[in-house]
């Protein structure tokens, strides 16, 4: 809930705010694009492919990158509006960044998952070549 003394004076919303929604959107996007990737290969039995492994890659670096980014829009925002905030809030606040810490680990977990599926491709190309 807004406090009204805030909306009476009128909110600041910060450029680097929609900024950092954006990013945040556009990672987003591009991680359920790199997923339809995977799945429209499997459906189409393309399984063990290089392309597959290098979109399981990408898709570790956006959850790692995600979860450096993730809570920024809203610290910013936050960040703007301080002014306001100290003219309402008689008590002092601070402003915390928290990293990600499960999706940090969640984005290591599938870089691994990623190498190992680069070296299934290795072994499914030469088990192919094998008579």
């Known amino acids: 809930m807004i406090p009204q003394k805030l909306i009476e004076k009128g909110f600041t919303f910060s450029h680097l705010f929609f900024v950092m929604f954006l990013i ?3 990672m987003s996007a591009w991680l359920l694009f790199n997923l ?7 459906k189409q039995e393309n399984i063990f492919i290089l392309e597959n492994a290098a979109s ?3 898709i570790g670096w956006i959850i790692i990158v995600i979860s450096f980014i993730k809570d920024l829009p809203e610290m910013m925002q936050v960040w703007s509006m301080r002014n306001q905030l100290d003219s309402i809030i008689t008590m002092p606040f601070s402003i915390n ?5 499960g999706l940090l ?9 990623a190498q190992i599926y680069k070296q299934a491709v290795k072994i499914a ?5 094998t008579i």
Not at 36 to 42: S, T
Not at 97 to 101: G, K, R, W
């Open 125 to 129: 190309d030469e088990n192919n070549l």
């Open 56 to 58: 399981i890659r990408n």
């Open 97 to 101: 960044y928290e990293l990600n810490v």
């Open 36 to 42: 339809i990737k995977i799945f429209n290969n499997l």
């Open 105 to 113: 680990f969640s984005g290591l977990a599938i870089l691994a998952v």
């Open 24 to 26: 945040v959107l556009v």
